[in-house]
């Protein structure tokens, strides 16, 4: 059962057969009336004898006399209006002394209507009004009476020998719509070719009909429950499937069940009222009858189309219980509900700003209206001013209020803690919120302080137990010293000596930078600013690391300008700078790559640029490459200790520049900057 409910191909191929029912069933109760009103459809001489004709014809005449005097009524009530009859056009027939009008416009909706040749007279001005095209209207209208198929209207008369439409026929016909009686004051001289009426699309469709069961009689008897009953099952099918699909819990909806209701109803209905006009319209219109059916057809189609959607949008959003939810209206009264609970909620809550705001400005309008009416006295006008004045007084006192907040948050924001704003002075939302201003000045207070002990403490231990481990570390180094000058002939040991040297060495280094980095990052470092020319030291530094670079067979291309770049620095801890970023690049260049320097002067700015090939894979982030103690060798087996480039860093800011580090791959770049010297 789950999976008739879920399959897909079943609902298919119910929308499918549908229309197919709904066609079948619509021609076979066609036909049975046709069958029953006519018997068997003949020709069109047949077809003027029938009921169904005579009250199309005289339908026709009596709209036309109708509009005419709806025309001349208008006339009676806006005599300016030049155009008199919004059908007709007046044309010039010497043959009669009165104005003659020519349709131009045949507005009748009748299924006969341009069929039937008239001429019309008012009789209370002689106004005749025609579909004929004549020079002689008077031999026109004896022509129309010696017609085979007339009919004639005249001082309340009927002629004719067309027996639908007698004076006795008519009386069966009369209601106030096609009574007589709308013709009185009117002749009127009409006939019908039978011939033509071959070319109606009305009598075509009814043939149509009538041949697709001729020699069948009895078949649309079986048909019309058999396709009624499919059609309710199916129907009833897809109320109980629509919504659900395989392998998914509950009603499911889609993109047009998301639609506002009203939008989608509107729109399938404009729609389907659409191809229903121009079914109806196409009946007696020029469509030629070869395509007339396939007009039909598509009209139906798009037709049960839109009203399928319509009502399967319908069925999921009821069984989802989402169907008043999906109404612009409830949505539009639920925005209001939401929008009024929130006002009034803002009115109501003391905490909220927006409570004041709102009391104060509707008060505002409310007392200004009211004091409005009492304008015509003086007095009244006096009390206005003052209360404008009053209501401007607290605007810039509640604004002075929070001026000194944002006086205070400013003060906090660029690095000042020592706020303090005395809460007594505000109410509501500002005293709340200048509690919650002076707690976090204290806790940044708080946090400042602790963090300058902490760090204060970290460069205290630093220097201690680099003061402690230096002592013994001396020794060392003294005795490695007075090793190596003992005449010791064991290979051995002096192998072990020379290790021991070499270590010793390594950790004196890795103390003294470790000295220099915490008093740099504490700011412990006294700069003697200069002007210095940048290119000498740079070309000075690059002298004393030449022996170096070139045993690791590093070549080196660089870029300088021909005049001097000076900058402002202290020049010890620039060339410590410098030494920094050579050492880094002697340690872990790849040997035999090229290392390319160069120097430049920018618009605002001095830069200095080196770029090498890392010997190993850079698998890190920059930033993590400028932290303490961080290597590029994970396996740590060069002399470095991870502090170069940070001290570098430290140095290069305490000087006012920049220091950068980008990692393309292999690629390693250091962009230093400095501001230019004027």
Not at 58 to 70: E, G, P, S
Not at 87 to 104: A, F, G, K, N, R
Not at 207 to 214: A, D, G, L, P
Not at 579 to 603: C, D, H, P, T, W
Request: proline letters at 2%; glycine letters at 4%; charged letters at 25%.
């Amino acid at each position: 059962m789950q999976d008739i409910k879920e399959s897909i191909l079943l609902k298919f191929l119910c929308y499918i057969l549908i229309p197919i029912m709904i066609f079948v069933l619509a021609v076979s109760i066609i036909n049975v009336s046709i069958t029953s009103q006519y018997g068997e459809m003949k020709g069109p001489e047949e077809y003027i004898e029938t009921e169904e004709f005579g009250r199309e014809y005289l339908l026709t005449l009596i709209y036309k006399v109708q509009d005419i005097n709806d025309d001349k009524e208008e006339q009676r009530i806006k005599p300016q209006n030049t155009n008199i009859f919004s059908h007709y056009d007046e044309i010039q027939d010497e043959s009669y002394d009165q104005p003659v009008y020519y349709e131009v416009i045949n507005y009748s909706n009748t299924m006969v209507s341009q069929y039937i040749n008239y001429i019309i007279i008012d009789k209370e001005n002689g106004n005749m009004f025609t579909n004929i095209r004549s020079n002689n209207y008077p031999e026109e209208i004896n022509k129309l009476k010696a017609e085979k198929t007339n009919w004639c209207y005249q001082d309340g008369k009927i002629t004719t020998n067309i027996d639908s439409i007698n004076q006795e026929s008519t009386k069966y016909m009369t209601s106030y719509t096609y009574s007589t009686d709308n013709l009185e004051g009117y002749e009127v001289y009409s006939n019908i070719d039978p011939s033509t009426l071959s070319y109606s699309n009305s009598l075509y469709v009814q043939q149509t009909v009538y041949n697709m069961f001729k020699g069948h009689e009895n078949l649309p008897v079986y048909l019309i429950p058999l396709s009624a009953i499919s059609i309710i099952i199916m129907i009833v099918y897809l109320i109980w499937a629509t919504g659900h699909e395989k392998g998914k819990e509950g009603i499911q909806l889609n993109s047009i069940d998301k639609i506002s209701y009203e939008v989608i109803s509107f729109v399938i209905m404009f729609v389907i009222g659409m191809m229903m006009s121009f079914a109806i319209a196409s009946i007696e219109s020029q469509i030629p009858q070869k395509i007339l059916i396939s007009v039909f057809l598509l009209c139906y189609l798009i037709g049960y189309a839109c009203l399928a959607v319509w009502v399967s949008t319908t069925i999921r959003r009821l069984k989802a219980k989402q169907f008043i939810r999906s109404f612009l209206t409830y949505k539009v009264c639920r925005w209001i509900k939401v929008t009024l609970e929130k006002i009034f909620r803002k009115v109501t809550d003391k905490q909220n700003t927006n409570r004041k705001i709102t009391i104060i400005y509707w008060g505002f309008v409310a007392i200004s209206i009211i004091l409005a009416c009492f304008l015509w006295s003086g007095i009244g006008f006096l009390i206005l001013i003052a209360f404008w004045i009053w209501a401007y007084y607290k605007l810039l006192q509640y604004n002075k209020k929070l001026q000194k907040i944002n006086e205070a948050l400013r003060n906090i924001y660029e690095g000042n803690p020592n706020v303090k704003l005395n809460e007594e002075e505000l109410e509501g939302t500002l005293k709340i919120m200048a509690k919650y201003i002076n707690d976090i000045a204290g806790g940044f207070t708080n946090a400042i302080e602790q963090s300058l002990k902490s760090e204060r403490l970290k460069t205290e231990l630093i220097t201690n137990v680099s003061h402690d481990i230096k002592t013994p570390l001396t020794s060392i180094i003294n005795y490695v010293d007075l090793l190596k000058k003992e005449d010791i002939n064991n290979a051995q040991i002096e192998q072990y000596i020379a290790v021991l040297d070499k270590k010793s060495q390594r950790l004196k280094k890795l103390i003294e930078d470790l000295v220099e980095a915490s008093k740099v990052s504490s700011g412990n470092v006294k700069l003697n600013m200069e002007v210095i020319n940048l290119k000498e030291l740079l070309n000075q530094s690059m002298g004393e690391f030449e022996d170096k670079l070139e045993k690791k067979n590093l070549k080196i291309e660089m870029d300088l300008p021909n005049e001097n770049v000076l900058i402002k620095a202290d020049n010890r801890y620039l060339y410590r700078v410098i030494e920094n970023v050579f050492s880094n690049i002697s340690k872990y260049a790849l040997e035999g790559s090229r290392v390319y320097i160069k120097l430049e002067k920018q618009k605002e700015e001095i830069c200095l640029e080196f770029k090498n090939i890392s010997k190993d894979k850079l698998n890190i982030s920059a930033e993590e490459l400028m932290q303490r103690f961080v290597r590029g060798d994970k396996s740590r087996y060069t002399e470095g200790s991870g502090l170069g480039l940070s001290i570098a860093k430290s140095l290069t800011e305490l000087q006012d520049g920049k220091f950068k580090i980008d990692i393309d791959g292999d690629l390693f770049k250091v962009v230093i900057k400095w501001k230019k010297e004027r």
